[in-house]
C-alpha cells in the first residue's frame, strides 16, 4: 500500500517520500487520564501455571531491560536477557546523573500528574503521544515506591523525608535524586532485583552477548540473533516475544555522552526486518558538556543538567573578548538565557539552552580555545549560599570537571557546550509498547514514544522504569493471552537463514583487509551528522549528507580494516558490526530530518524560525513519521501516525 | 608526549601471555590513559598488529568496566580515580607505563588486559537485594530515614563493581565489594529483613568463588575509585559474626 505523495522533492538525491498506509497508536477510547485504568481494566491475563510456558527474550539489561526482565521473571515467564557488557550492572543508565522525575508533590508546590504530563508534552513540543505521556505521569510515583523498596538511597532531608530539586523545562520541584549518580542507583537496584530472579531460576542471563539480528517466523517476532563476544559463536534463540530494551543511538554523531559500546544495531537490525522506525531525527543534543579539547577526544563527558539550579550561563557581550572570565565585569556579560527567556532562565530546557549557545558561538562570541564554550558560573551562587553549600550540592560534579580539565569550577567559571546525548527517536511502538510486528516489543529510550521532539531532564530514567516494571508485563501478558502462536524451535528455517546472513556479513567484514581502522570510519561520519545534522539542520546540509554517506558506506566495505578472526574476542570486528549499522542508519536519519520540513523541538530547520526559535508546522507534520525499510539503497516508505492533542491543545511553546 | 610502554598481551584464557613493548607518540596531556591506548591501537593497526583489548564503556568513571593496573597500581596513579578517568598530563614526558590486567584467581583472563569479573555477579545473587516484589510499594515516605543513615548507605552503594579491591589485595580479597553492598542495605529500614541471611550468604558466595580473605592490608580503600570506606568491612565482620552465631543455615534465596 505505497503511493507517491503529492509533496515537492526535499532535494534532487532524496526525492519525495513514499507515504504508506497511515498508522494508530490502538490508544484505548476515553479521556486520557482514564485510557490506562480502561486498558487494565479490558486486558487478558495469563495465568500463573502458564506463564513459565512463555519464553521472553529481553535484549539490554539497563533500567528498561533489567526492570522488564526482573518483573516478568518473577511473575513467572521463562526469561532470557542478553547483554553486551561484561555484567549487567554496567549498562548506560548507570550514568544518568541528576535524577528521576515524580509527581508525588512532596514538596507542595503545585504539582500533579497533569502538570507533569503538560510539562512533558509541552516539553515534547507536542510531537509524542499524549496517551503514553499521560500514562508515563500517572506511574511516575509508584516508581519512586518501588524503587525506595528495593533500597536505592534517595537523598532525604533531616526529617527522613525524601529530598526534592528542580529541573529544566518545569516550575515544580519534582526530581528525586542520589547525589550525583541517580542512574547508578536506580540501575543498581533493578540490577539487585534482575539477581534475585537469577538465582531463583527465572532469568538466564547471558553476558557479552551481542544482538546482531531479529529473527521473524510468520510475520511475528520470534527470536534473535546472537554474536558470543568472547568465543565469536553466532547463536539462534528462540521464544514468544522479543523485547528490545537496547537504549538509543546517540554515538551516531561518534562523539556524544554515551558510553562507548551504545550503538543503534539492535534497532537497526529490527528495521531491517520489518519494525518501522520513527522520528530518528530526534536526536538530543545536551546543553552542559565540557566542550571538545582534541583530535583523538574519545567521549563527551556530561555536567548534570542540575548544575543550572545554581550556575549561571553568560558569554562576553563583545566579539573575540580576551580577557579572563573573572576579569568580566558585569556589564559586558550576557547572561543570554536569562535574557532570552526570563521565566525559566538558566533552566530553559535542553533544545533551547543548547541553541542559544550554539547562536551566541556562532556569532563569535563562544570562550576557551576553539570558540565552542560558554561559561557556567557559580560565583553569585557561592555569594550567596556559601562554597560548602555549592560542594554538598555537586561537589562530585565539580571534581570531575577538574579531572578532566584540570579547572577549579569554584574559582573561574566552567565552560560547557552541548553534546549529543539522547534518541527521542526510535522503534515505532503503539500504545501497548508493541511494534508494527507483533510480538516485538520496545522499552525505554528505543522506543519513541514519551517524548517528542525534546525530553526533559530526568525523564529518561522515568520512562525506562515505567516501561519496565509497570507497563510491559500487562501489555505483554495481554498480546501472549490473545494471540496464538505456534510452537517454534530455533532451528526453524528462519533462525538458520538469519544465522547464516549473520556469519556472511561477519566474513565480509574480515575479508576486506583494507586500511582504514572501523573507528576512522565512525569520526567521519561522526562529523558529518554533526556538522548538517546537529542542533540546525537546513536542506542543503542534509542533501549534502544523503549523497556524502553512501559514498563513505561503499568506501567502509572496501576499504574497512578487520584484523584477527571471527572466532575470538575481537574488538575490532565488534566495532566494524556497529559502525556497519550506523552508515546505513545515518541515511535514515538524515531522511527523516529533510522531509520533516518544519522546526520543533530538537529539530531545527534553519528555514523555519522566528526570532531564533522554532517555527512548528501543525498543519503538516503534526504526525509521528514511522519508517518502513524496503532496501538498504533505497528510500523507505513513510507511515504516519497522526498525533491528536486534547488533554493539554496544541499551543505554541514559549519559555519566555 | 611519547611514552615507553609495556603491556600484557594475551590471545585468550588457555594461552600464555607476555609483556611486550611499544612506543606511544603524539600523546597530547590532555588525552584520557584510554585514548592513549585507542591512539597506540590505531598506530597498530596502521601496522597491520591486531590491537590491545582492554575493557572500557561509559569512561566517565561510573560503569566500572575498566579494569588496568598501571605501573603496579590499581587505576593508575591518582587517587580516587578510575582509568578512564586519568590523563596523561599525570605522567611525565618519556616515562615507561607498565599496564597488566586485573590479577586474581577469580578474574580468568579472557584476552589481552579483559577480565572475567561475573563472580561479582554470582555473589550479588547470592543475597545483594531486597527480596521486593514489583508491584504497589508502600508510598515512599513512609519510611523515614535519618539523613546522615542514608548518606553512609550511599557512600557504600557508589561502588562500581570493578574490582580494583580485588586487583590491589595481596590476597586478592573481595571484602571491600562484598561489604559495600551489605552495608549498603544494613544501613537503610528496608534492608533490615534479610540482612542476617544476606551477610551469611553473600560471605560463603565469596569463598565459593575463590576470592582471599582479608589480613587488613587496606590496599583497597587506597585504589578504590569510590573511596568506599574499610570501616565496611568491619561492619560486615560484624554482620557476619552476630548472623553466623544467631541464624540457622540460610535457606536458598528467593
Keep these: 500500500m505505497t503511493a507517491t505523495a503529492h509533496v515537492e522533492a526535499p532535494s534532487a538525491v532524496a526525492g519525495p517520500p513514499l507515504v504508506g498506509s497511515p498508522l494508530d497508536g490502538r490508544a484505548p477510547s476515553g479521556p486520557v487520564e482514564q485510557k490506562w485504568e480502561r486498558f487494565r481494566r479490558d486486558m487478558l491475563l495469563v495465568s500463573p501455571a502458564n506463564k513459565r510456558k512463555f519464553t521472553v527474550i529481553v535484549v539490554g539489561s539497563g533500567l528498561a531491560g533489567a526492570s522488564a526482565a526482573a518483573t516478568l521473571g518473577q511473575l513467572g515467564y521463562n526469561v532470557h536477557c542478553f547483554c553486551f557488557q561484561d555484567s549487567p550492572r554496567r549498562a548506560h543508565s548507570i550514568a544518568a546523573q541528576g535524577g528521576i522525575n515524580a509527581a508525588k508533590n512532596y514538596t507542595g508546590d503545585g504539582d500533579s500528574v497533569f502538570r507533569l ?5 509541552k516539553g515534547g513540543d507536542f510531537r509524542s503521544r499524549e496517551s503514553n505521556v499521560h500514562r508515563l505521569a500517572e506511574i511516575s510515583a509508584n516508581i519512586i515506591d518501588q524503587c525506595v523498596a528495593l533500597g536505592v538511597p534517595f537523598d532525604r532531608e533531616y526529617s527522613g523525608y525524601l529530598a526534592n530539586r528542580s529541573f529544566g523545562g518545569a516550575q515544580v520541584s519534582r526530581t528525586f535524586y542520589a547525589r550525583g549518580q541517580t542512574g547508578q542507583q536506580l540501575l543498581l537496584g533493578c540490577y539487585a532485583a534482575l539477581s534475585r530472579q537469577v538465582a531463583a531460576g527465572t532469568v538466564k542471563m547471558h553476558t557479552r552477548m551481542e544482538m546482531l539480528d531479529l529473527v521473524v517466523v510468520k510475520g511475528k517476532a520470534r527470536g534473535i540473533i546472537t554474536r558470543n563476544l568472547v568465543t565469536g559463536k553466532v547463536e539462534r534463540w528462540a521464544g514468544h516475544a522479543v523485547l528490545l530494551c537496547t537504549g538509543g543511538y546517540g554515538p551516531v554523531f561518534y562523539l556524544s555522552t554515551n558510553a562507548a559500546g551504545c550503538n543503534v544495531t539492535a534497532t537497526y537490525r529490527a528495521y531491517r526486518r520489518g519494525a518501522y522506525f520513527a522520528n530518528p531525527c530526534f536526536t538530543q543534543i545536551h546543553p552542559t558538556c565540557i566542550p571538545v579539547h582534541g583530535d583523538f577526544q574519545s567521549k563527551l563527558t556530561l555536567m548534570s543538567e542540575s548544575l543550572r539550579n545554581d550556575g549561571r550561563v553568560w558569554v562576553p557581550k563583545k566579539e573575540g573578548e580576551k580577557r579572563q572570565p573573572n576579569d568580566i565585569p558585569e556589564e559586558d556579560r550576557d547572561y543570554f538565557l536569562e535574557r532570552r527567556y526570563p521565566t525559566y532562565g538558566n533552566l530553559a530546557p535542553r533544545d533551547i539552552s543548547s541553541r542559544a549557545a550554539k547562536q551566541v558561538c556562532d556569532e563569535g562570541r563562544g570562550v576557551g580555545p576553539m570558540g565552542r564554550g560558554v561559561y557556567l558560573d557559580f560565583r553569585d551562587a557561592i555569594k550567596r549560599l556559601g562554597r560548602s553549600a555549592i560542594e554538598s550540592r555537586y561537589g562530585n560534579l565539580f571534581e570531575m570537571y577538574n579531572r578532566i580539565t584540570g579547572d577549579d569550577g569554584y574559582a573561574v567559571p566552567m565552560r560547557i557546550y552541548p553534546a549529543s546525548h539522547y534518541a527521542m527517536g526510535g522503534l515505532w511502538v503503539d500504545y501497548q509498547l508493541m511494534s508494527n510486528l507483533p510480538g516485538l516489543f520496545v522499552l525505554g529510550e528505543a522506543n519513541f514514544s514519551d517524548h517528542g521532539a525534546n525530553r526533559l531532564g530526568a525523564s529518561a530514567l522515568m520512562q525506562g522504569l515505567a516501561d519496565g516494571f509497570f507497563v510491559i508485563s500487562d501489555c505483554l501478558g495481554n498480546y501472549l493471552a490473545s494471540t496464538p502462536l505456534e510452537p517454534v524451535k530455533a532451528d526453524a528455517p528462519e533462525f538458520v537463514e538469519a544465522q547464516t546472513e549473520t556469519n556472511v556479513r561477519i566474513d565480509k567484514l574480515l575479508s576486506v583487509n583494507g586500511k582504514r581502522t572501523p573507528d576512522s570510519f565512525h569520526r567521519e561520519l561522526g562529523q558529518l551528522l554533526w556538522d548538517h545534522c546537529g542542533m540546525s539542520r537546513n536542506a542543503r546540509g542534509l542533501a549534502r549528507v544523503l549523497e556524502r554517506v553512501p559514498e563513505l558506506r561503499q568506501e567502509f566495505w572496501e576499504n574497512v580494516q578487520v584484523l584477527g578472526h571471527y572466532d575470538e574476542y575481537n574488538i575490532m570486528l565488534e566495532r566494524a558490526l556497529r559502525v556497519a549499522d550506523f552508515m546505513e542508519f545515518a541515511d535514515l536519519l538524515a531522511y527523516d530530518a529533510l522531509v520533516r520540513d518544519e522546526s520543533c523541538g530538537c529539530h531545527f530547520r534553519e528555514e523555519h524560525q522566528e526570532d531564533g526559535e522554532c517555527r512548528r508546522d501543525d498543519e503538516n507534520f503534526c504526525h509521528v513519521a514511522a519508517w518502513e525499510f524496503r532496501g538498504p539503497d533505497e528510500r523507505p516508505v513513510l507511515h504516519k501516525e497522526p498525533l491528536a492533542f486534547e488533554a493539554v491543545g496544541l499551543a505554541s511553546r514559549s519559555y519566555k | 608526549m611519547n611514552f615507553t610502554l609495556y603491556i600484557w598481551r594475551q590471545r585468550n584464557a588457555k594461552s600464555k601471555g607476555k609483556m611486550v613493548r611499544y612506543r606511544a607518540t603524539d600523546i597530547s596531556p590532555d588525552m584520557s590513559f584510554l585514548e ?33 593496573v598501571v605501573n603496579g597500581v590499581a587505576h593508575g596513579p591518582q587517587r580516587a580515580t578510575t582509568v578512564c ?61 535519618p539523613k546522615e543513615e542514608v548518606s553512609t548507605a550511599m557512600s557504600a552503594a557508589a561502588c562500581i563493581g570493578c574490582g580494583a579491591c580485588v586487583a590491589a589485595c595481596p590476597n586478592a580479597s573481595a571484602m571491600l565489594f562484598v561489604a559495600a553492598k551489605i552495608s549498603h542495605l544494613a544501613h537503610l529500614p528496608q534492608g533490615q529483613p534479610e540482612r542476617r541471611r544476606r551477610a551469611l550468604s553473600m560471605v560463603r558466595a565469596m569463598d565459593g568463588e575463590g576470592f582471599g580473605n582479608c589480613t587488613n592490608h587496606e590496599e583497597c580503600e587506597a585504589v578504590c575509585p569510590k573511596e568506599i570506606s574499610v570501616r565496611f568491612i568491619a561492619e560486615m565482620n560484624r554482620d557476619y559474626l552476630r548472623a553466623a552465631l544467631t541464624t540457622a543455615e540460610p535457606e536458598t534465596a528467593s
Excluded at chain 2, 585507542?38 to 560503569?63: S, T
Excluded at chain 2, 607498565?98 to 588486559?113: C, G, H, K, T, Y
Design chain 1, 117 to 121: 504530563f503538560k510539562d512533558t508534552v
Design chain 2, 36 to 68: 592513549m591506548l585507542d591512539k597506540l591501537n590505531a598506530d597498530l593497526a596502521a601496522a597491520g598488529e591486531e590491537p590491545v583489548a582492554f575493557d572500557h564503556d561509559c569512561r566517565e568513571g561510573i560503569c566500572g568496566t575498566c579494569s588496568l
Design chain 2, 85 to 145: 578517568q586519568l590523563h596523561m598530563r599525570h605522567f611525565k614526558e618519556g616515562q615507561e607505563i607498565w599496564i597488566e590486567p586485573f590479577r586474581a584467581r577469580a578474574f580468568p583472563i579472557v584476552r589481552d588486559l579483559v577480565v572475567d569479573r561475573s563472580a561479582f555477579d554470582r555473589i550479588t545473587q547470592a543475597g545483594g537485594f531486597i527480596s521486593a516484589n514489583t508491584g504497589p510499594a508502600p508510598d515512599a515516605n513512609s519510611l523515614l530515614v
